[in-house]
């Protein structure tokens, strides 16, 4: 009796997993074939209702004798798995024109020569002179490194810039960014769904900065990092490496896992293992708050005053067009 009984306890819990399972792909699925199946609107939202009707079948399924409807589903699974799977990233798409062009950059002796800079001349988001660079740089001639958040979504999401000051006030911006279609506007659930691949854009600050303080009205927020100058060098060539594969082998974006943030600690990370994991590290808009913990930043300073200090946009509004912008926008900012 008493093994009828656990026999049956541990069949229920099984029915129940297979339950959360097949509920759990039918959430995914249903997202995934609206999102990229190659076909009309309303065709996608039809195939994602068919999955989730045969889901619920299933499910129904499992608690019947000899019912066929869970095999059948596993079957439509693998199936929809297969089609995932042939999905790739590429580099081919008619990309939106701040991400047309990849950056790479070769290392030749203690120089890093450069293609594919941007340095737009941003009117509003949609008017701008387009202007793409060559330009080298000398690892010894590296004297900073900031963190530049770019608030766009309130106090939580930012959008992470890292800049690399030069000797005679020349910065290079890396920011990790969706590599846009013509005419997309961006989404954090397609985000998950192979959506959009990634791009690496090496950009001048009065291009990439001054976009988002003077054009978009972003909160943006520059803090100097404490690094010493051999791990400022690492850190530069990491991006540089990690540019030249996106551009010779494109990935996909991911809102979670491959975004501005989380490849930026991937490559810290992989420089120093020492650097602990952190729910902050996914909700970009405390970086700072993680750096400032972790002794990156100005430690003398409370971290308020940094922020504050460190807000750049009237700053940045006065510089506008100015050839000195980054000095003009880095005055009373603390830190080395």
């Known amino acids: 009796m008493r093994q009828t009984v656990i026999g049956r306890f541990a069949l229920f819990l099984l029915r129940l997993l297979g339950a959360f399972v097949f509920l759990g792909f039918a959430l995914w699925g249903a997202l ?23 889901a619920l079948m299933a499910v129904l399924g499992l608690w019947r004798r000899r019912s066929l409807w869970p095999f059948a589903y596993a079957g439509v699974i693998v199936l929809l798995l297969g089609w995932w799977s042939t999905i790739v990233p590429r580099g081919d798409k008619d990309w939106a024109p701040d991400v047309a062009l990849t950056l790479t950059g070769k290392v030749e002796g203690g120089a890093v020569h450069f293609t594919n800079i941007r340095n737009f001349d941003w009117r509003s988001n949609s008017d701008f002179t387009e ?16 963190l530049i958040n770019s608030y766009w979504a309130g106090p939580k999401i930012a959008h992470t810039l890292v800049s690399f000051g030069f000797t005679g006030d020349r910065y290079l911006v890396f920011s990790i960014e969706v590599r846009r279609r013509k005419g997309e506007e961006y989404s954090e659930i397609a985000g998950f769904f192979k959506e959009d691949e990634l791009a690496i854009v090496g950009a001048r600050e009065r291009d990439i900065i001054r976009v988002r303080s003077n054009v978009r009205g972003e909160d943006v ?116």
């Not at 202007?131 to 900031?146: G, N």
Request: hydrophobic share 45%.
């Open 221 to 336: 927020q520059l803090f100097h990092v404490r690094v010493e100058p051999a791990t400022a060098q690492r850190i530069f060539l990491a991006l540089v490496e990690e540019a030249n594969d996106i551009a010779a082998q494109p990935r996909f974006y991911n809102t979670v896992t491959a975004n501005c943030t989380t490849l930026l600690f991937k490559l810290a990370h992989g420089l120093d293992r020492a650097l602990p994991l952190d729910w902050r590290i996914l909700v970009s808009g405390y970086l700072p708050d993680y750096a400032y913990d972790q002794g990156l930043l100005d430690s003398d300073v409370p971290l308020a005053e940094l922020r504050a200090r460190g807000r750049i946009n009237e700053r940045a509004q006065a510089a506008d067009r100015s050839e000195a912008f980054s000095t003009l926008i880095r005055d009373g900012v603390p830190g080395p």
């Open 32 to 54: 995934a074939l609206t999102f990229r199946l190659p076909v009309p609107l309303t065709m996608r939202y039809v195939a994602a209702a068919v999955f989730v009707v045969l």
């Open 131 to 146: 202007r793409w660079e060559d330009a080298t740089f000398a690892l010894d001639d590296l004297r900073s490194v900031d």
